[in-house]
């Protein structure tokens, strides 16, 4: 295969510090140019700064083997990088581009590259910056996006968490008797249906479509296992209104399942389930709304509490830990005053409103859910170095993370924690990933196989009819 040469743009060393080593055999350039923008974002406090930091550590690694400006191998079968200044350059820019803006300058790099190159050698622009792409193509230079962190080719091949399995009537009636019933390997292969750990089943009956059954596969050798009862094992007054919420609450109050995501349109419940489930496996939450929730739900939450404490460690959980990206929907506010818990709350505040539905409209809710230890607030910007032991945590709008800040979420799950990740990837807001390259998206396909974890995709909306319509619409 023919040698090819890249050229970097700064936007692939802020979304992947390591890309260097990930071309093979190919030659790298980095204008000067990169550099400077790099270095801008050196400061920032999340995966973008970490990224940048990084990758000027590779840098300064690699300088040590040799000249950047002349060249220096990467590592054995690797390529060599080299960074070329911008009065190296020689090619002109159509009039039509103004020359010094980063993007131009980074344009105008590869262009006398891809000049001064053999005409046997291909020149490619690396960019993840989607108007870079365009305009190198207006002017006759080959570009490409940055693709490796993507895991699925698109969002159609996602991963759901369910399928639909056609059996003889028969079956059907089994399952429903309590007889023990079994999907192998060969059945699902004639069926053309993918099986993976913790895969919810939709046994739909030959004779009869509308004669259906639910059930949760785990592997070929065990029989697919019933749902959870939600009518008797859920008290806080949240109950599933569709299949795959109930998919979902088996996941939720699973001991055995450590890892939930859940994903699905606006007002499709996703937060609310995690939050219901949460509260339900909580010591402390029983403590505090005993009074409460005894008058609201006519219901003995004190035996509920006896029954969690006598529970098998594991089941319970000490508390809720609860945090999202702080990614705006368009143009920022500025900085937030207070203490970190202040900064954080208008960015929970969906938070509080799936909270407030649950218990009961209290203004002060909030405040005395924190102040009782039932619920703590994260700063994804510190959770690093943490170890969460015993807590049950939810990640709401997961879909504005990136691989690196997922797996970093994760990797702080101690004995005793379940982790749960919520959000739409239809809504991202987060320039550094798409549909295909988020964290929550990354956790769905690298997990689907493990029988820790498990998926649910929501498909209906249930918020209200408006939002639910306007899901659809626009």
Same mark, same amino acid.
């Given at each position: 295969?023919?040698?090819? !040469? ?47 930091? #990084? ?104 991963? #759901? ?17 309590? &007889? ?9 292969? &004639? ?131 609860? =945090? ?20 954080? @709350? ?23 859910? @924190?102040?009782? $230890? ?6 994804? !910007? ?6 969460? #032991?015993? =807590? ?12 690196? &800040? ?9 004995? $005793? ?39 649910? =995709? ?17």
């Amino acid at each position: 295969m023919a040698k090819k !040469t890249y050229v970097i743009d700064t936007s692939v060393f802020l979304s992947d510090f390591s890309c260097i080593n990930k071309f093979d055999n190919n030659d790298i350039v980095i204008p000067l140019k990169v550099l400077e923008e790099v270095d801008k974002h050196k400061k920032r406090q999340d995966s973008v700064g970490s990224n940048a930091r #990084s990758f000027i550590r590779i840098l300064d690694s690699l300088r040590e083997k040799g000249s950047l400006q002349k060249g220096v191998r990467i590592d054995k079968g690797k390529g060599i990088v080299s960074v070329v200044t911008y009065d190296s350059v020689s090619e002109k820019l159509p009039k039509d581009l103004t020359s010094g803006v980063a993007d131009h300058m980074i344009l105008e790099t590869a262009m006398t590259v891809k000049a001064t190159s053999p005409k046997s050698r291909k020149v490619i622009l690396v960019s993840r910056d989607i108007n870079l792409r365009v305009i190198a193509d207006a002017v006759g230079m080959l570009s490409q996006d940055y693709l490796v962190s993507q895991v699925v080719e698109d969002t159609d091949k996602l991963y #759901s968490g369910m399928a639909t399995v056609l059996v003889d009537d028969e079956l059907v009636d089994q399952f429903y008797s309590g &007889e023990n019933i079994f999907i192998t390997k060969e059945f699902a292969a &004639e069926q053309k249906v993918a099986l993976y750990p913790n895969i919810f089943l939709m046994l739909v009956s030959s004779y009869n479509e509308k004669k259906t059954a639910l059930c949760r596969y785990y592997n070929c050798n065990e029989p697919v296992d019933r749902l959870l009862d939600c009518k008797n094992n859920l008290n806080w007054g949240v109950q599933p209104r569709n299949k795959e919420q109930t998919f979902a609450f088996d996941l939720l109050m699973d001991p055995d399942i450590h890892l939930v995501t859940l994903t699905g349109q606006a007002g499709s419940g996703k937060t609310l389930c995690a939050i219901a489930a949460g509260m339900e496996q909580s010591v402390t939450f029983g403590k505090m709304f005993n009074n409460k929730l005894d008058t609201k739900h006519k219901l003995e939450v004190s035996k509920r509490y006896n029954t969690i404490e006598d529970e098998e460690e594991g089941i319970a959980f000490n508390k809720m830990v609860v =945090s999202r990206p702080v990614q705006p929907m368009g143009k920022d506010i500025g900085f937030l005053p207070g203490t970190m818990e202040e900064k954080m @709350m208008p960015w929970l505040k969906p938070i509080q409103d799936n909270i407030q539905f649950i218990v009961g409209n209290d203004k002060i809710i909030m405040e005395q859910l @924190m102040e009782s $230890g039932a619920i703590e607030l994260e700063a994804l !910007t510190y959770i690093r170095g943490r170890s969460i #032991s015993n =807590s049950f945590i939810i990640v709401d709008e997961a879909q504005n993370l990136t691989a690196h &800040e997922v797996k970093t979420i994760i990797t702080r799950a101690g004995e $005793g924690t379940k982790v749960v990740l919520t959000g739409d990837i239809e809504q991202i807001d987060n320039v550094y990933t798409n549909e295909t390259s988020n964290g929550l998206t990354y956790a769905i396909e690298k997990f689907k196989d493990s029988v820790i974890a498990g998926h649910v =995709s929501f498909k209906k909306g249930e918020r209200s009819r408006l939002a639910t319509e306007a899901a659809k619409r626009l």
